[in-house]
């Protein structure tokens, strides 16, 4: 079976969902308790597909949190 191929939007989407999902769950279970296999559940993508966007859960909550700044500032 092969795998499918995101669009650019798509793919943005995902990386949007990945952060919202990742600052909930920091949120809800504290980031200890925040693993990767759980988000990648949450969001609806392998935990392979994740690597494909972040190296690690701390460059996804470095990132998330940078995603929210603006958001907390304006």
């Keep these: 079976m092969s795998r499918k191929a ?10 949007e969902a990945l952060f ?7 949120n809800e279970r504290g ?3 925040s693993s990767i296999e759980f988000i990648c559940r949450k969001v609806g993508i392998s935990k392979s597909y994740f690597y494909s966007f972040f ?4 460059e996804l ?3 998330a ?3 929210q700044q603006p958001k907390i500032l304006y």
């Design 6 to 15: 995101y669009t650019e939007q798509e793919r943005k989407q995902i990386k």
């Design 20 to 26: 919202v999902t990742m600052l909930q769950c920091i």
């Design 31 to 33: 980031i200890i308790h």
């Design 55 to 58: 190296s690690s859960k701390e």
């Design 61 to 63: 909550v470095l990132c």
């Design 65 to 67: 949190l940078q995603y």
